[in-house]
């Protein structure tokens, strides 16, 4: 017996096709839309057996308030997600959401039909094989960088970053004034901007913190930093930088 159901995705090519598909194995498609809100109403106004439901970003927070809405409105309708190789939290958002199952996006067209089968029996519809993947990535998680000193980087301008550079490496205002061409003031000023921006209160803080979360290393490949070969060279300076000092005699 053929299931009455309806295919809802974002992009409508790929829900008339599905659709097109069902309608030749003998399913009777209610509707196959594409909206980009008020999904959940579709569904709960024509109340059909089964929803296909597709994402494209199943771990977004989110994605799922659309299931939701239908199990709490229409309970009885088994709603099926479509999406791509999920991650442990896509797999698991889905079903804490109430989806009777989850198929991948190029699954074959009798794989939907399976599992839109075993959703209206009532049974949960999910390949093997995407929850044995789901499981082992959960209990052996990859390790994921820490974004802590990007975000901090991404607070300081590029001179302030020079300053943090060179307090980390132990200069203090005079030689950081001397070695940017300006004036020891200014280099204060600086140093102390740094230190509010990451919410520090002393350069051993900032020069910690930096270390600890990276950014010292991706302050080091900015582009935005001078050559650090030797001190910027301020009015007047004489002989080149980093040239061997004039001897006596």
């Known amino acids: 017996m053929g299931v009455r159901l309806m295919v809802v995705d974002d992009h409508r090519l790929l829900a008339e096709a599905l659709a097109s598909a069902l309608k030749l194995r003998g399913h009777r498609v209610l509707a196959a839309a594409a909206p980009s809100a008020g999904a959940a109403d579709l569904v709960i106004s024509r109340a059909p057996e089964v929803c296909l439901l597709g994402t494209a970003t199943p771990a977004e927070p989110g994605a799922f308030d659309p299931v939701v809405r239908i199990k709490r409105d229409r309970p009885q309708v088994a709603v099926v997600v479509l999406g791509p190789v999920p991650s442990p939290l896509g797999i698991a958002a889905a079903f804490a959401a109430g989806a009777s199952g989850y198929v991948r996006h190029n699954e074959r067209i009798e794989g939907v039909e399976r599992a839109m089968m075993k959703a209206r029996a009532g049974e949960a519809a999910v390949d093997p094989q995407l929850l044995q993947g789901a499981f082992a990535e959960l209990l052996n998680p990859a390790a994921q960088p820490d974004d802590e000193g990007a975000r901090l980087?991404?607070?300081?301008?590029?001179?302030?970053?020079?300053?943090?550079?060179r307090v980390a490496e132990g200069e203090d205002t005079r030689l950081i004034a001397?070695?940017?061409g300006i004036a020891p003031s200014t280099a204060r000023t600086h140093v102390q901007r740094v230190l509010m921006k990451l919410g520090v209160g002393s350069r051993l803080e900032a020069?910690?913190?930096?270390?600890?979360?990276?950014?010292l290393d991706r302050a080091a490949g900015s582009a935005s930093l001078p050559d650090r070969a030797g001190p910027p060279r301020g009015p007047g300076a004489v002989g080149p930088p980093g040239g061997p000092r004039p001897t006596a005699g």
């Open 153 to 165: 980087l991404q607070l300081l301008t590029p001179r302030e970053v020079e300053v943090l550079v």
């Open 207 to 215: 020069a910690a913190l930096a270390a600890r979360t990276g950014l």
């Open 178 to 180: 001397a070695g940017m």
